[in-house]
């Protein structure tokens, strides 16, 4: 292959000015709409190939090393760079690279409430997203066109030439510049997507949340994430569950805590409560005496397991309310129960945690 400067017809030493002058100059000379010729045709390929290479410094850098750099003042990295100098970079020399790759992943929170997470729900979620392209199908082409081979490299995406070295001459393998190493050009791109294969759309997917999920669970759905260029393979979406805080109950690993106030009467007398459970009414017997910080536990009226069988418990704590305003009959007549009862006087005895506190400790053991 020719030396690109030669081509160009400036020397080793002109600036980027003087290699754009000397390309425009070439170019408007041999362009096939003024040139038809089919030499001519040759001429502008090599024209304009030396000058994608000595347009771009690194390319030009890589070139000016491969041509004269030697073991000299450019210097070399270790034996992995003399080997991708002197005979091209690993994988890019068994051909072209393919315009398809694997699409991004992406990540969505999705909050639930705790009456979803008992039994699971279904959610249809809104996601904005990359999508095939519906009108070339991902092949980047206007329809009715294809791709075409790359006349430089002649479809290998690769592009090679003969330098000398310490080793003698030596062929060398960069990756096409005018290709970009693809191997073809897409001369008709597509004009929806832009010859990306791909466009930005809002597509609706649904989920069966399962039941049992906590705040910080992740759920992943394999191919339902962005789509890849060029047609490529789709991503995965993963789902981070967050799960909204209950007026009413609140949640322990696969338990439901709850907090039931008494009035005393019916903590001295016992009583049968009625509770409006997440998932339908729960009756909870109070046995006579019942105090506070009590608890009381409903098998199985807990959240489902996620990763088991069964659900777990409802725990109800009991917090017996004093009443702060009485009627003077109400009054004597608690007088006279106390007088009857002749209950011990105050005294300290031994320091209790408050109520919340007790009921924590005897929820959680």
Known sequence: MADHYEVLGVSREATPDEIKKAYRRLARELHPDVNPGAEASERFKEVTHAYDVLSDPKQRQQYDLGDQGGFGGQGFGGFGDIFETFFGAGQQTRGPRSRRERGQDALIRVEVGLDEVIFGTHRDIEVDTAVRCETCQGSCCQPG????????????????????????????????????????????????????????????????????????????????????????????????????????????????????????????????????????????????????GEVVTVRDRGVTRLRGNGRGDLKVGVQVVTPTKLSSKERDLISQFAASKKSPAPELTHFQQGLFARLRDRFLG
Do not use: W
């Not at 394999?222 to 047609?231: F, N, Q, T």
């Not at 709850?258 to 007398?269: F, G, K, P, Q, R």
């Open 145 to 292: 066109t294809s791709p075409v081979t790359c006349d430089i490299c002649r479809g290998s995406g690769q592009i090679q030439r003969q330098v000398r070295s310490l080793l003698g001459n030596v062929m060398t393998s960069s990756p096409c510049g005018t290709c970009r190493g693809y191997g073809t050009i897409i001369a008709t791109p597509c004009v929806t997507c832009q010859g990306q294969g791909r466009v930005r759309a809002r597509r609706t997917v649904p989920v069966d949340i399962p039941a049992g999920v906590d705040t910080g669970v992740r759920l992943q759905m394999p191919g339902s994430g962005e789509a890849g260029p060029a047609g490529g393979a789709n991503g995965d979406l993963y789902l981070e569950i967050k799960v909204k805080n209950h007026d009413v109950f609140s949640r322990n690993g696969d338990d439901l805590l709850a907090t039931l106030e008494v009035a005393m009467t019916d903590a001295i007398l016992g009583t049968t409560a009625t509770i409006h459970a997440l998932d339908g009414d729960v009756e909870v017997e109070l046995k006579p005496g019942v105090q506070s």
